[in-house]
């Protein structure tokens, strides 16, 4: 499932998601992660049951792994772009 929406699609998520793909900024991921935690607190859920998917921008990458994210969706049409990011997810996937 995806979106953010902080009352219905967050609740949505912590009730029924298996993943959860957010298309934020580090910031507002880790403010939408606080929020969801809490209403898997609420649900009686524990939030790594939650897989974290999120847009695989370069300049954020690191950050959003640090947040929990594991899914990264990219893209780009620059094949270069892409072998580095793969080059910077292998290791981490070890």
Do not use: Q
């Not at 947040?67 to 981490?92: C, K, N, S």
């Amino acid at each position: 499932m995806g979106g953010g929406g902080e009352k219905k699609t967050l609740r949505l998520m912590a009730k029924h998601a298996d993943i959860w793909h957010s298309f934020s900024d580090t910031a507002t991921l880790e403010r939408e992660l606080g929020i969801l935690a809490g209403h898997c607190a609420d649900l009686g859920r524990d939030p790594a049951e939650i897989e974290i998917s999120v847009m695989g921008k370069t300049e954020d990458r690191d950050k959003m792994y640090e947040l929990g994210a594991r899914l990264f969706t990219v893209h780009t049409g620059d094949p270069t772009e892409l072998r580095e990011f793969i080059a910077w997810r292998d290791p981490r996937n070890a």
